[in-house]
């Protein structure tokens, strides 16, 4: 998969895109990343990316010029069209199920936004996935497209290992993670249980179930009412 990145903030994305499981999905050939800056496509010698709100009222708005001249731009760079994504507070709910589309694509153009929004002409233009990563206000797109990076590559095949491949997570089966531990036994006076130590097979998946419902249940009940399953404890 190819990811194009638009942004005013380029040098942003250096630290995360460099470590880990991105950086290894790239240094696998499996991924690459391409970062690009909406300045390098201003005409004027100001190089002006943003301007007042016509109409008045606060903060700066993305002018459209920049962002038609990148967006184009690099799709011509690549061979293929990509999948454009807007980050916008007003765009659908990022979720695993948008995650698991993406991952399907051959090429992400994900555009990002600094300032109070882009000009509206912005959007008509292009056939864009507007997407947000929750309620709560961020200082631009930069931080939610990394999430979506970090989302998506994770589930291209070969990116994991077997263990921790996609299939085998909790989140699947729409329940959160089992409790977990490691040495040692006992830590400051708090032990590990002891059907864990056990050996015993099913004993430690039945555990691990009713750990994970009970959890759910009481952290999460948007997800207990969704997951398959008894809603009831009997008696
Ligand atoms: C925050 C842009 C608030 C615009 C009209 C007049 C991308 C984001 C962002 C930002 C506003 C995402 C207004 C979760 C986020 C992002 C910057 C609102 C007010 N509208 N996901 N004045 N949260 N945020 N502008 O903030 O670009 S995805």
Not at 41 to 48: E, F, G, I, N, R
Not at 116 to 125: N, V
Not at 208 to 218: H, N, P, Y
Request: glycine share 8%.
């Amino acid at each position: 998969m190819r990811i194009d990145v638009l942004t005013l903030f380029p040098e942003m994305f250096q630290a995360v895109l460099g470590q880990s499981m991105l950086r290894l999905a790239q240094e696998k050939g499996l991924v690459s990343y391409h970062l690009w800056n909406i300045r390098d496509y201003t005409l004027d010698k100001h190089k002006k990316v943003d301007d007042r709100p016509y109409g008045g009222g606060p903060g700066m708005v993305m002018t459209p010029e920049p962002v038609f001249r990148a967006i184009e731009g690099v799709e011509r760079d690549g061979s293929e069209p990509a999948r454009k994504v807007l980050l916008t507070p007003q765009g659908e709910r990022f979720t695993q199920s948008t995650a698991e589309a993406l991952s399907r694509e051959n090429r992400l153009m994900l555009v990002c936004g600094h300032y109070e929004g882009f000009d509206e002409r912005i959007r008509q233009g292009f056939d864009f996935l507007e997407v947000s990563i929750g309620d709560y206000i961020l200082s631009g797109g930069e931080v939610p497209a990394m999430v979506v990076i970090d989302a998506v590559v994770r589930l291209i095949p070969g990116v994991l290992g077997d263990q921790d491949s996609p299939e085998f997570e909790s989140f699947k089966d729409g329940l959160l993670e089992y409790p977990q531990y490691t040495k040692p036994r006992e830590f400051r006076g708090l032990k590990v249980p002891d059907v864990l130590v056990s050996g015993h097979h099913e004993n430690i998946q039945q555990w691990r179930e009713e750990q994970a419902r009970e959890r759910t249940r009481a952290k999460r009940p948007d997800l207990f009412k969704k997951a398959p399953g008894p809603k009831t404890v009997s008696q």
